[in-house]
Structures are given as structure tokens and as C-alpha cells.
């Protein structure tokens, strides 16, 4: 069995946990507490599927606070375990969340990662694979952009697998410098466009290797 396998499994599992979560509460026989776990239950199981599908569901930047949230509330069920005296049966039940939890700690947690190709947008892929044409071709590429009373400057250099933006704002004479790494090329697509209005068709060889 692969691995991927094995984490589909995982998430049918707990989908299957989550519909008879809803139904048990439709039925009158859930608490506001079991309502809320059932809300945080939903969410974990669509990171999990999200990580499995590559599929980028709702914000990334949710995913690793969540991942935080369950991974201290499995630490402290872990505490509660080691401290307080409980039966047999609720203690291989707890053990047997906590490690449960701690790995879709890991998950959540990677799926986070804003620099993924999953999270981009077609546009943002599509970008991406051009600027990627260009360093391959040309190692580093240049772009500038002008507007108004704000001034834009980038540098993107790509080692290796990892690419660098050095980013330079200018407005009403105060300079800004920044430089953010990458390895996904789509990502830094969505950077500059953010932080710095660039697109991929304002980037240029650098003015070196440009024929007088």
C-alpha cells in the first residue's frame, strides 16, 4: 500500500466520523462542545484532503494556525493522560487520538505553505513557468516599474532549485529593500505582483547582458 493510499484512507475514515457526527447532532444527541468538535473535525478533514488532492481549499495562511491550535490540544489531552487516573479503555482511546491528531498536525502544517504550486492560480502558473523559461535561459532576470510618486525595482536569480527576489521601493523619497526566497516560481509570481506590482512581462535581461 502507498502512502498516498494510506492517507486516503486515513481521510474516508474521518468523513465517514464527520457524517455520523451530523447526523448524531441532527438527531438531538450532540452539545454545543460536540458541535465544535465537529466544526474543527470538518476543517481538519479538509485540509487532509486538500494535502491528498494537492487542491488548495480555502486560505493558506488558516492552515498552520489550525495545525497549532490541534497540536496544543493534543499535547494537552497527551497531559491529561500521563497526569490524571482514567480506565484502560479511555486511556488507549486518548493515546490513540493524540497520535491521530499529531499526525494531522504535520499535515495541516505542511499544507500551509503558501509556496506550493497548489495554491497558485492558473495565471500564477502560467507566469511562473514563463519566468522559469527566462532564468533558465538567462540566470537572472530584471524588471522596473513606474507609477506616479512610487518607484519598483526587482532582481530574480535562481540557484539551484530556489529562486530570489531582491525587491527595491522607492516612494516619496524613502527606499525600501527586501528579498524573499522561493521554490515554487508561481509563488513569486504572486509575491511581486503584491508587493511590488510587477508582472512577469515587465522583467527584462538585466541591462549587462542587454546588445548595444
Avoid at 104 to 129: H, K, S
Avoid at 146 to 173: C, N, P
Wanted: with cysteine; aromatic share 10%.
Amino acid at each position: 500500500m502507498t502512502l498516498n493510499r494510506a492517507y486516503q484512507m486515513l481521510a474516508a475514515f474521518y468523513t465517514l466520523l464527520i457524517v455520523v457526527g451530523v447526523i448524531a447532532i441532527l438527531a438531538g444527541g450532540g452539545t454545543a462542545i460536540a458541535l465544535a468538535h465537529l466544526v474543527a473535525g470538518a476543517l481538519v478533514v479538509t485540509g487532509l484532503w486538500g494535502y491528498i488532492l494537492e487542491r488548495g481549499f480555502m486560505n493558506p495562511r488558516m492552515w498552520r494556525p489550525l495545525a497549532v491550535v490541534l497540536g496544543v490540544a493534543s499535547l494537552a489531552q497527551l497531559y491529561v493522560v500521563l497526569t490524571v487516573s482514567v480506565s484502560g479503555a479511555m486511556m488507549t482511546w486518548m493515546l490513540t487520538s493524540t497520535v491521530f491528531s499529531l499526525l494531522m498536525v504535520v499535515i495541516l502544517y505542511r499544507y500551509g505553505n503558501r509556496d506550493q504550486e497548489l495554491w497558485a492560480t492558473p495565471e500564477e502558473r502560467e507566469g511562473g513557468r514563463a519566468l522559469d523559461d527566462m532564468l533558465a535561459e538567462r540566470g537572472r532576470v530584471e524588471a522596473e516599474k513606474h507609477e506616479a510618486d512610487r518607484q519598483a525595482s526587482v532582481e530574480v536569480v535562481k540557484t539551484g532549485s530556489e529562486y530570489r527576489a531582491s525587491v527595491t521601493r522607492r516612494r516619496e523619497g524613502q527606499e525600501e529593500r527586501f528579498s524573499e526566497s522561493f521554490r515554487c516560481p508561481s509563488t513569486m509570481v504572486f509575491f511581486l505582483e503584491k508587493f511590488a506590482g510587477i508582472s512577469v512581462g515587465d522583467f527584462h535581461p538585466p541591462h549587462s547582458d542587454t546588445p548595444a
